[in-house]
């Protein structure tokens, strides 16, 4: 006998769907359709007659996943499961059961914690700036969710290695222990405390947890590999030792850890369960085979926590990789290409421009509305709205009316200094580097004005930033999604544009340790999967145009980027590939080729001096009666050009130079350099 409920499955949703009785793992690769199995598995239980709808409690992280949750249980038959985020259920219990625990009225729930937190900072003398604030309320948030309280934070923030701007450890413990004395003093809470009121009353009072646990008998946690400590904590207590629980989750998408959520708890649920049946969703439905290939590869076999994923969609387009010169070509061929697209019939809304920190919209905002594309951005600010850049506009404008100074450049540092800005980056993260990128792309357009028009002055600047802030107009519903690729998860559309990835944005500068560096990785393999059938990874070689400053793309690139040309007809491989050693691109025509470099991509070394080591070459090969490669190869020369070692030492550095090589030829290579 067949069931309506099993038929539309695959094979292995059809077993999520079967496992009725916990405890049960789904490990749900990227596009697998982890929601369907899991509204069908609460569905065919509640057919069954094991599951009594009103006992069934399904929890996942976000207002939107709750919905459309509840929305496929109705279509199922299934309307009466409650389906939650954390926050709604402990917060429909914390307020059922309050006046019983403590008496008289729940306590009014701050939505923000940021004018808190400055008044908090301001009773200790602490600066009170608006990024640090907003950096001080993200670091009291993760403590919470961490479980750590202020008394043991100095120890376990030092250990974790964090940072809130430039505060020490001790100060900001004070700030969250001033904050805390502030809430109590008002009666109020914040969102993470309705979690820990909750599980409070759980755990000290049996007869509540009894109750509760009556209700709810049956439990089913979406994105388990975001859940944190607290979370944690609070589903044990309404477990209260059972096991009928059933976790989703997928290893390859932990992004979050910076924000407390734990992969631990995912990674060892089957410790915790060690009769857990686990089940695996393999079969991507979402993108095509080319684009599935290069997520897989994102991990290798070695490193892979989650699983492979398997194309079930007919073969589409190969992916796009494409290294610029600099940023604001990279930003004018992506929007060059979503017109191309949507003129072949994409509407703009299934269309996304993905990036690692949001001070990097700028570039896509101007590109895109110069073409009058219209674009909406989510999780991020318009970099024109953002507070920063309106307050140090609003200075640079009152700093033209004085007139001309020693420079554009000069004079617009002066200016921004007064908001704390310097030329070097700061070594936090959070709000405090978004503050510094935003300020820094200003600079940035300074220079690049400068670069064009020498004589440029503050009011030309200001009329530049006017023209821009213009030309990206208001977001629009129905237009292009610009997004980090934080915010973008969980979100899917046909076309999506992986942007700035080169090293020291992704993996971000900060990350340090391998821990920090895998889970960047992971974030490029969210952004990866969130494209449906046409996908397009870039990266620009410079920031901004004239720039000597070269980056590279990100290492999460290299067992992506195809290392042969394989034939359409015969799928073997026939060439090598040969890369522009500025941008990474494929060279096309042999003159490239031969040059190793785009025609319009600048060259990272002295070429003077690699001409001068050519001839030397030529001289000591002909002497020889050898081919000049025998001697050093051309890409050799260029690195010795660009690198101009002083020393033997600095020379054995340099790929194709070993000991032999060095004994023979360096006195000659190292005094050419120094005649250089």
Known sequence: MTDPLLDALDPEQRAVAQALRGPVVVVAGAGTGKTRAITHRIAYGVSQGLYKPTEVLAVTFTTRAAGEMRGRLAQLGAPSVQAR???????????????????????????????????????LGARRDNALIRDLSAEIEWAKVSNVGPDDYVARAGKDGRAVGDLDLTTV???????????????????????LVTAAILADDERIAAQVRQQYRWFVVDEFQDVNPL????????????????????????????????????????????????????????????????????FSKSDRAGVTLQAQRPAGDPVDYTGHADEESGAAAVADEIVALHARGMPYREMAVLFRIRAQSEAFEEALGARGVPFSLRGVEGFFQRPEVRQAVTLLRAASVGGDGAGLSADV?????????????????????DKWESLHALTTMAADLTAENPAATMADL?????????????????????????????????????????????????????????????????????????????WAVSRSKGSNVRRNPTRFLDPLLPQTHASRATGRSDRKVRRCTVCGTVLATAADR?????????????????????????????????PAYVVF?????????????????????????GQRKLEEFGDDVLALVSAS
């Open 85 to 123: 985020t954390f926050h709604s259920a402990a917060l429909r219990q914390a307020r059922y059961f309050w006046p019983q625990v403590y008496g008289g009225e729940f306590p009014e729930i701050v939505q923000s914690k940021f004018g808190l937190v400055a008044e908090a900072a301001g009773r």
């Open 173 to 195: 413990s004070a700030v969250m222990r001033s904050y805390e004395d502030i809430k109590r003093e008002r009666g109020r809470i914040d969102m993470e405390d309705i979690l």
């Open 231 to 298: 979370q944690s904590t609070l589903l044990d207590l309404w477990l209260g030792g059972r096991d009928d629980i059933c976790v989703v989750g997928d290893p390859n998408q932990t992004i979050y850890s910076f924000a407390g959520a734990s992969p631990a708890i995912l990674r060892t649920f089957g410790r915790r369960f060690p009769e857990a049946q686990r089940i695996e969703l393999v079969r991507n439905y979402r993108s095509t085979p080319q684009i599935v290939h290069a997520a897989n590869a994102v």
């Open 413 to 433: 540092r002066a200016v921004l200094v007064n908001m704390g800005h310097t030329d070097e980056a700061p070594t936090a993260q959070g709000a405090v580097r």
């Open 462 to 538: 200001v009329a530049d930033l006017d023209r821009r802030a213009a030309s990206a107009h208001a977001p629009t519903a129905e237009g292009v999604t610009l997004a980090t690729m934080h915010a973008a998860k969980g979100l899917e559309w046909d076309a999506v544009f992986c942007v700035g990835l080169h090293e020291g944005m992704l993996p971000i500068v900060h990350a340090q340790t391998p821990e920090a560096i895998e889970e960047e990785r992971r974030l490029f393999y969210v952004g990866l999967t969130r494209a449906r059938t046409h996908l397009y990874l870039s």
């Open 594 to 626: 031969k040059r190793g470099r785009c025609a319009d991509c600048p060259v990272t070394y002295d070429e003077s001096l690699y001409e001068r080591l050519r001839e030397w070459r030529t001289g000591i090969a002909s002497e020889r009666k050898v």
């Open 633 to 657: 190869n051309d890409a050799t020369l260029q690195l010795i050009a660009e690198a101009k070692p002083s020393d033997p030492t600095g020379l054995l550095r340099i790929s194709g130079v």
